[in-house]
């Protein structure tokens, strides 16, 4: 505990009321999703799952939060019991948008909740911590991975009817990536991300 900042613990936590809320919200009849995850294991357990369908994981290092890139980002985490709060180990958080640290230290860091209100995170208080993929796409019930990157094919070394042609980037030939067994694989093939991003971008090559 002796690099706890007892003045953080004295933050204001005033909400930003310009935050919009649904229509018929009522602060005063709200239960948040943090008390439910730490009062009900069964919608815990339903939570955490959809977290994890919805492209959220575990940092395998906390300290990974204290990264520059992780500005931005949403996070949530458990308090491991050591904090002032008396919150026990376990106790979930909802989180919200991570907005750094202090540049001469890595004890602790900012981040803006959901309701508007500022928190200081001290790192010692934390027992893990989760984030969101930025490469993962949610629209309603759709889950897509998000292609940023220059994507590669296996060179086809067994020869069918049914052939998948890409442009070349170097030459601008229909160059063959891909042979199906049969015209509904070879649609299947052409449906995926890969070969999306592949044929709108050009950004493509044999491995």
């Not at 339903?46 to 890139?69: C, H, P, Q, T």
């Not at 860091?109 to 027992?127: R, S, W």
Request: charged share 30%; hydrophobic share 30%; proline share 3%.
């Amino acid at each position: 505990m002796d690099k706890v900042n007892h003045d953080l613990q004295k933050y204001d936590r005033t909400p930003d009321y310009n935050i919009k809320h649904a229509t018929g919200f009522n602060p005063y009849r709200y239960v948040s999703i943090q008390d439910r995850v730490n009062n009900n294991e069964e919608f815990e357990t339903a939570y955490i799952n959809k977290l994890i369908a919805d492209g959220w994981f575990k940092l395998e290092d906390n300290r990974s939060v204290l990264k520059n890139e992780m500005k931005g980002r949403h996070f949530k985490y458990r308090l491991n019991g050591n904090g002032l709060s008396g919150a026990k180990r376990g106790t979930f958080r909802s989180g919200g948008i991570i907005i750094g640290k202090k540049e001469e230290g890595d004890d602790y860091i900012m981040y803006k909740a959901y309701n508007g209100c500022l928190f200081p995170l001290q790192m010692n208080d934390v027992q893990e911590i989760y984030v969101r993929d930025p490469n993962i796409k949610i629209e309603g019930n759709k889950r897509e991975r998000i292609i940023k990157n220059t994507v590669f094919f296996k060179e086809p070394d067994i020869i069918t009817k049914f052939p998948v042609f890409l442009q070349s980037p170097l030459t601008g030939e229909n160059i063959v990536v891909h042979y199906a067994k049969d015209n509904y694989k070879r649609e299947r093939f052409k449906m995926s991300n890969k070969y999306k991003y592949a044929f709108r971008t050009g950004d493509w090559g044999f491995e």
